[in-house]
């Protein structure tokens, strides 16, 4: 007898909430808002819709469902489960920080404040989910399949990413690595980093490196099998070179990194806690990953 499907709602803390953790009480947080400016009413407000989002959402999960919820911050400790239907409440970016730790289950990104997000991601309002849930496990559920990054470094550590993954230095200082781009020799470089970004990751961070160096490179589409790469500050030197700055990566192709500093790292959509730890000599492969989110539409 196969398991009946779990719902898992994943939120993230509201400022409100984080406001009451480190004040204390709600007057000595509307005082440190008062201070600067802001008043508390706007943010118990935004909290207030939050929580009346995820009340909606989990009133709507089928009764033979079995159910869980995970904060942000715990993603990296909660197991799926094959069966699980992810329900994200919150914010398009909490989307991309659940994305890494799934293996194909169904996604269901639910704006909690709408009209603060851009909602690429999150595409649904709460009264969505009554209509939503019951169908999300049908194999003729309309998903849109989302490129991921994948990063794996020659010791086997290994790193996904749904919007983009960033190499070079914990601190955003200078990394010195030599960089190996499809069809061409490897270059000795240093710069501030390199970015490896899918269609969706063309948003946000990406675009802003896109834009700033008025690049004619064609950004790829969130479900096509392409990657885009982009040098930050690629610096020239008599032994680091700025020949290959950017690019794109296929299906089969990767952007290979081998380490010339002290310590780089790796980290995907932002997480920096999350980082796959790179020393002297280690080298890092980035190309598209074997896996995408299904993120239903």
Partial sequence: MSLAPRAVLVHRTTEYE??????????????????RGRSIDEVRERHERTLRALAEVAAAVPLRWRRAR???????????????????????????????YLTGQPVVGVDGDPGRNPGVLVRHRPSDARRLLPSATAARTAVD????????????????????????????QTARYTLS??????????????????GTGATGWLRSLWQ?????????????????WTVREAWPSPVTGTARVEGLLGREESLGLVVESDRL?????????????????????????????????
């Fill in 212 to 228: 700033q160096r008025s690049s004619a490179l064609p950004l790829p589409a969130p479900t096509a099998p392409r990657l885009a």
């Fill in 181 to 198: 781009a499809p069809s061409a020799p490897p270059e000795a470089q240093a710069s501030s980093g390199v970015v490896v970004g899918t």
């Fill in 265 to 297: 790292v790796a980290f995907g959509d932002g997480m920096e806690s999350d980082a796959l730890e790179l020393t002297w000599g280690q080298s890092v492969r980035v190309g598209v990953a074997g896996t995408a989110l299904r993120l239903v539409t």
């Fill in 145 to 172: 399949a989302l490129t991921m990054a994948e990063a794996v470094s020659d010791d086997g550590q290994r790193l996904l990413a749904l919007n983009e993954i960033y190499f070079g230095p914990p601190g955003h």
């Fill in 70 to 100: 995970v904060e942000r911050a715990d993603l990296d400790r909660f197991l799926f489960g094959p069966e699980d239907v992810v329900v994200v409440v919150g914010q398009d970016g909490l989307v991309a920080n659940v994305a890494k």
């Fill in 18 to 35: 984080e406001l009451l953790a480190r004040h204390g009480t709600a007057g000595q947080a509307a005082f440190h808002l008062a201070a």
